[in-house]
């Protein structure tokens, strides 16, 4: 059992440190000219992964197993109505965030991915997701929030797939047990802020077929611009691999024929989003740098 967690640690630590290398190999060279000197004594600030690359790297991460034994707690502050807590991987920075009601502990019991038959445990929450600092201000700049356990269609799917919207007995247990339980996947909306101005500026859902039930894709948007409003969606089949064109817009914002999104709505979503302020007003009260988010290599 050790070993098993040992090696999942080490996947983490190394799969967080993948991420967020993407802000250093870009490193300012050094200044040849007169003011070298002067440049070569300021830290090099590296232009950091924008959210096209780092949308289906947080993606794959976040279809790893948690390592849960070496969880903690780095900070918990009440904001407004609710318990914002920042958790750590032993060795490593903040990496997760979690919203409960009422204070949070035991973060490696009390991340839940799924809901249990007969509820949720006292003290667990489905209520977290991950949170990335990728210039390391301080501020979470990046989240993937938990959206829940959904059955995807696998890629490269032909032919037909139990309905899911005709209710559980329509499903037999064959199709449960051979067709949906195994292509179920534990998804994240993602929400981001790429000029790192406080404000959200691209954001991704999973999207559900409106007549199977099953999660057959994605919708990507951003504000390419930075003036607050997004200019531009696109819709994917699959997991980001095969685009299918541009969202269409209607009274509720993109939309996308036959889909729905799942996890993020309105998609896009408003542009002060309680969620992405509130953790932001938490890591504010708690004073976190960006050697909070850094870790070991801090
Ligand atoms: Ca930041
Ligand atoms: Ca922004």
Redesign the pocket.
């Known amino acids: 059992m050790t070993m098993i967690f040992a090696r999942t640690v080490l996947l983490w630590v190394s799969a967080m440190t993948l991420v967020l290398a993407g802000c250093n190999t870009k490193a300012t060279k050094p200044s040849e000219d007169a003011e070298g000197l002067a440049a070569e004594s300021v830290p090099a600030v590296a232009p950091p992964m924008n959210f096209d690359e780092a949308l289906p790297r947080v993606y794959a991460l976040s279809q790893l197993p948690l390592a849960r034994s070496e969880l903690d707690i780095r900070c918990q502050q009440k904001v407004r109505d609710l318990y914002v807590s920042f958790v750590g991987i032993k060795d490593g920075g903040i990496f997760v965030v979690v919203l409960t009601k009422g204070e949070f502990e035991n973060p490696g019991d009390n991340l839940y991915t799924h809901t249990p038959r007969g509820g949720l445990p006292e003290g667990a929450t489905l209520d977290w997701g991950y949170a990335l ?9 990046y989240l993937a929030i938990l959206d829940g356990l959904n059955p995807v269609v696998p890629d490269n799917w032909e032919g037909e797939l139990p309905n899911l919207r005709g209710g559980r007995e329509l499903l037999t247990d064959q199709m449960l047990k051979e067709i949906i339980f195994p292509n179920t996947r534990l998804l994240y909306w993602h929400i981001a802020d790429d000029d ?1 101005d406080g404000h959200h500026d691209s954001a991704a859902t999973s999207t559900r077929n409106v007549n199977t039930g099953w999660i057959d894709g994605w919708m990507v948007a951003q504000d390419r611009n930075f003036d607050g409003l997004y200019d531009l969606c696109k819709v994917f089949q699959g997991q980001f691999r095969t685009e299918l064109g541009n969202c269409s817009v209607d009274s509720t914002g993109f939309v996308a024929p036959d889909r729905e999104p799942s996890g993020l709505r309105p998609f896009p979503p408003a542009r002060d989003h309680w969620v992405f302020d509130l953790i932001n007003e938490g890591a504010g009260k708690c004073g976190l740098s960006g050697a909070d988010f850094r870790g070991a290599s801090k």
Request: aromatic share 20%.
């Open positions: 600092d990728r210039n390391f201000d301080g501020s979470i700049d790192f």
